[in-house]
């Protein structure tokens, strides 16, 4: 969802870019993968497989139990690779679930 959507095209007619602008609210549901979120700006390239977030941007994977947010959050899918980012000392911040293990003697 998003107040405004953009698809860009090649020269085939296939899509390149998708830009969803202003309110976005996403999520994203592949074999394996199940992730949602928001932001005001999302930027997703079809090629590379990546995602930019833009301002107050939150994720949630929900597979994995982690969440990350920030001024803006980078995936790339292809590389299994997230990073947020803030400026002006804003925090980032991630949310981990660590595995309890117990070992017997």
Known sequence: DADRFII?????????EY???GHVKFEIVKP??????????LVY?????????KGNAWIEDLINKRQMSGESVFLDNKNKKAKA?????KPVKFIFQMKNETKKK
Do not use: F, M, R
């Not at 390239?45 to 977030?53: D, M, P």
């Open 8 to 16: 860009y095209l090649d020269k085939n007619n296939k899509a390149k």
């Open 19 to 21: 830009n969803a602008i």
């Open 32 to 41: 394996n993968q199940h992730v949602k979120g928001h932001c005001d700006k």
């Open 45 to 53: 390239n079809v090629i590379k497989e990546t995602y930019k977030l």
């Open 85 to 89: 980012e803030s400026k002006h000392k």
